[in-house]
């Protein structure tokens, strides 16, 4: 297949365009800013060169612009437009601006849909997040985590309309909580972070049930979901590691500690305030022998990525 791809050099996108290509498919990674600009430095810069490795990339093309219709229309034909870019600045601020995000997300979508059928894409891909509105399980009512998870719960909405009035098959990827090589500093981070520099590395949120999942896995069961025939009215939310977030903390200590000589202590926190849902998981468990997936090499990778990153300081 040919796939084209927004959102590729976020942590996620990348690993999905990685796992798209290696299963055989052509990926062509449309990015929103112009090669050599600020925001591919660091570890994004290292996802924009695992791009480069495995598919085309085309820079300064961001979703809906007149630079992504022309990509649209260069590559006729194309068999699935894989909408993975969302505005995600300051997403977890209170004052997270939804009416842009969704301005943003869903640019010139009419005008897309219509060059997709025009050059045979059967099907769009949007990913979705547990944080959105009524999705996957947990305290009732599932409301929006906060302003960005009302913004792609909206988007979800104007995305579903707009695609049944125009014709073209829709389908929903949600993502719960991934972790692995290659992601921003977030919960994983700190806890390998920590342990690298001798320190008790601190969970502060131990009582909140998330759904952490390896992200090669993730990647893979995107791959197999967007490829996979009779596309349409389709939703895939993986889960894997579906428990409180002390416990997940632990499990990160024990596959840390079989692999390294590392003590890996923790402390938790006394968590009294939910600001966000206690509980808040996926419900689609992954076939990991189907998609080709083991867990102790993932945890081999994982290790290995952050020893590498944090074990010579």
């Given at each position: ?191 390998m972070k920590s342990w690298f520099a001798g320190k008790t590395a601190e969970v502060k949120t131990p009582r909140y049930v998330r759904d952490n999942i390896p992200v090669d896995l993730l990647a893979r069961a995107y791959a197999a979901f967007v490829t996979s025939a009779a596309p349409g009215g389709r939703r895939l939310g ?76």
């Amino acid at each position: 297949m040919r796939i084209l791809l927004s959102g590729a050099s976020s942590f996620t996108g990348a690993w999905f365009a990685r796992s798209l290509a290696e299963g055989g498919h052509e990926v062509v990674a449309a990015l929103a800013s112009a090669e050599g600009n600020e925001a591919y430095t660091g570890v994004r810069a290292r996802r924009v060169a695992l791009l480069k490795a495995h598919c085309k990339v085309a820079f300064a093309a961001p979703f809906g612009s007149e630079a992504f219709l022309s990509l649209m229309e260069s590559l006729k034909p194309f068999d699935r437009l894989c909408h993975h870019w969302a505005q995600v600045t300051l997403y977890r601020s209170p004052d997270f601006d939804v009416f842009a995000a969704l301005a943003a997300n869903s640019r010139n979508l009419v005008r897309v849909l219509r060059v997709m059928r025009e050059c045979g894409s059967s099907a769009l891909v949007l990913t979705g997040s547990v944080f959105e509105p009524d999705e996957g399980i947990g305290n009732e009512p599932l409301a929006a985590f906060n302003p960005y998870g009302l913004s792609k719960g909206l988007t979800r909405q104007v995305f579903a309309y707009y695609a049944k009035r125009e014709g073209v098959a829709f389908d929903r990827f949600v993502i719960a909580n991934p972790f692995g090589p290659l992601e921003e500093p977030r919960f994983t981070d700190h806890l390998m972070k920590s342990w690298f520099a001798g320190k008790t590395a601190e969970v502060k949120t131990p009582r909140y049930v998330r759904d952490n999942i390896p992200v090669d896995l993730l990647a893979r069961a995107y791959a197999a979901f967007v490829t996979s025939a009779a596309p349409g009215g389709r939703r895939l939310g993986p889960s894997f590691y579906a428990e409180t977030q002390g416990a997940f903390a632990e499990r990160v200590a024990r596959a840390v500690r079989a692999r390294l000589s590392l003590p890996c202590a923790l402390s938790f926190a006394e968590q009294k305030a939910f600001p966000e849902p206690q509980i808040r998981i996926n419900t689609d468990f992954p076939d990991a022998a189907l998609l080709g997936w083991n867990e102790e090499a993932a945890w081999d990778a994982f290790v290995r990525y952050y020893e590498e990153l944090y074990g010579g300081r």
